[in-house]
């Protein structure tokens, strides 16, 4: 857990994102564990981190109550993101400290399993709970331009090709002919895609993999939906 | 949806108020007019019509007076927010002014825990109930579009006094607004 280092910038963007869906560092009011991580940032967070700097001006506030604020002040590290690995000073020293003392290797080895067994254990919860969720498909609609060769390209022929191509999270729309000039036509193609499954990068390969007839393809219209 | 925020809603938002404030229950509340405005029947005195008007009344009468704002200017910000939330919140008639109010409340909160001030004041309360109807309809991604109203929103569900009144009811009771897990 932790920040990492509240006086660079990557401690202070944890920070951030951290609190964008949160008010306080713990639970719904204001407690030591604001006090705490208050006094490691040095100064007020740039504007452009937003929910830091929120937090930082409200906590701010309290400044003449800090003492009386409930809860106990904890190691810095014990606060934050449960995903960061704690690099405050206080942990690394907490460590080293080990190293003096552990004269048994094997106790330490025992310990790391338990903590491994007990993280698997975690992680399995975690991914049930997950799975439980209906997981949301993020889906984008995509317009490509599909450029030919010359004004003798057959263009039915290329849809065609462009068409063919078929996988998973790929759902081709509505296509018109567009002129470009010289009797020349470009094909504008709609088609529906599942962000995890499907990349413009994929698309590109596979239709200029058509070198007959395809020219070059770009992205004209890139939307979430 | 003026209608749906009438006077069901209108009363028992103020028995609840009433409740976090730690007031002695027995006030009845009326509805007047198309509008169902809420009307206080006060023991000696005239009635009191309006919703802002008499929760506001409710909170002197708990002596609860840093509710209203600490200095002259929280003051002002916490009536600035009880006139929104009875003009723009309960006027608001279709997806469109929902969506400004949204988007509004968003920009505004970006910044602040409170609505008014650095701290929880009656504007808070009311504006919780007021959108409460609009919270339970957004979907996971619209909570996440607003953010910060999500927060505000999730926070003063959670602020203590305030909890315990409105865990214990249908109409206003808690809703999840976790998205990011």
Known sequence: MGFGDLKTAAGLYVLNDFLADRSYIEGF??????????????APPPADLCHALRWYNHIQSYEKQKASLPGVKKALGKYGPADVE????????????????????SDDEEESEEAKRLREERLAQYESKKSKKPAVVAKSSILLDVKPWDDETDMAKLEECVRSIQTDGLVWGSSKLVPVGYGIKKLQIQCVVEDDKVGTDMLEERITAFEDYVQSMDVAAFNKI | MAAAAGPRLGAEELGLLEKSLGLAKGNKYGAQGERKTPVLQTNNGPSLIGLTTIATHLVKQAKKEQLLGNTAEEKAVVQQWLEYRVTQ??????????????????SYLEDKVYLAGNNFTLADILMYYGLHHIMVDLTVQEKEKYLNVSRWFNHIQHY????????????????????LM
């Not at chain 2, 203590?160 to 998205?179: G, M, N």
Request: zero cysteines; hydrophobic letters at 40%.
């Open chain 1, 29 to 42: 009011g204001p407690s030591q564990a604001d006090v705490a991580v208050f006094e490691a940032v040095s």
């Open chain 1, 86 to 105: 704690d690099t405050t000073a206080g942990a690394t020293a907490d460590t080293k400290d080990d190293d003096d003392i552990d004269l048994f290797g």
């Open chain 2, 89 to 106: 919140v309960d006027g608001q008639s279709n997806k469109e002014d929902t969506r400004i109010i949204l988007k509004d409340l968003n």
């Open chain 2, 160 to 179: 203590p006094d305030f909890k315990a009144a409105v865990s214990k009811t249908t109409s206003f009771a808690s809703i999840d607004v976790y998205f």
